[in-house]
């Protein structure tokens, strides 16, 4: 592939983007995507994804990754572990940076609703939003909690929220400038945005080069690090207040990408490099595999 990219970046608008890396669908369809790097705002996308509607037959993972698998097997049980201990790290998380033990939350992006699950038995008031069908239907028969559509979010009042959060889904976003604007008037003056992402700076990144899970394009339309998050949310009204290692996601992200590059025993593997890029991140957090960021309003 020729290392001119033809457009301009979707962020910021600039010309001249280059080639960053050609990575591969791993997960679903084996194609390839280039990722370019804009010379001016740093942003590393995906170039020329599927559209918003052909995505959906590329992004059915969530439901597979909350059901599928042995129930008695390893990966599992350990999935299920972590994801218990995560929700109560997430919960303190917030309500130590809100300084609340209950408010109005809203969580972008849903996907089967264990979160807003787990935050609704806090005393929190939750307002979810999924755009997919079978996860809002899986919510409502697992936890009767009833998520909204994406269309619905212009029926919330204004300046309501004390809490917006976005698991793993601020990189899946077409338009992210116009989230972060509905999500600044959502939120009260002192409210706080919650963001997590993965963090292509990170060690285990460096380690697999384009075989590291946490690209996985085309479904990740954009690629932060520290910088180019903070410096995109910033232009929106925000301010950085806090930023910490997701630890559970160097293994996972870890053992995905042994899977990726065809090796054997990528459990064993990929703990192992996972512990390693655990290591590294304790005492540098922006290398770290994925990273959970916490603004406010300027
Ligand atoms: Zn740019």
Known sequence: MNSKINGNCPICGAAGSQL??????FAISHEQYALVRCPDCGMVYTYQPPGEIEMTSYDKLSLKLELGGDPKGL??????????????????????????KGGNLLNYGAKTGFFSSFMEDRDWNVTSVEKYHEERVFSLEMFHHRMIEVS??????PQT???VT????????????????TFYNLLRP????????PNYSSYDAGYYGP??????????????????MNSLVGKHGFVLMHHE????????????????????????????????????????????SSLVYVFRKK
């Not at 992210?176 to 604007?181: E, H, I, N, Q, R």
């Not at 394009?217 to 520290?226: I, K």
């Not at 025993?265 to 490099?273: C, E, K, Q, S, T």
Request: include cysteine.
């Open 75 to 100: 990966v599992h049980k350990l999935y299920w572990h972590t994801r218990a201990i995560m929700l109560r790290r997430k919960a303190a998380l917030i309500e130590r940076l809100s300084y609340r």
């Open 211 to 228: 075989y590291w899970a946490g690209y996985d394009v085309p479904r990740h339309l954009w690629h932060f690090t520290p910088v180019t």
């Open 190 to 197: 002192d409210g706080l945005l919650v963001i997590a992402c």
């Open 245 to 288: 290692a997701l630890p559970y996601d160097s293994f996972y992200i870890s053992i995905l990408s042994e899977q990726n590059k065809g090796r054997h025993f990528p459990f064993i593997r990929g703990m192992y490099r996972g512990l390693v890029s655990w290591y590294i991140s304790k005492n540098n957090r922006g290398r770290s």
């Open 152 to 157: 619905d979010m212009n029926t919330l009042k």
């Open 20 to 25: 960053y890396a050609v990575c591969t669908d």
């Open 161 to 163: 929220f004390d809490v």
């Open 166 to 181: 976005m698991w793993h889904v601020f990189e899946h976003n077409q338009n992210p400038g116009a989230l972060l604007d």
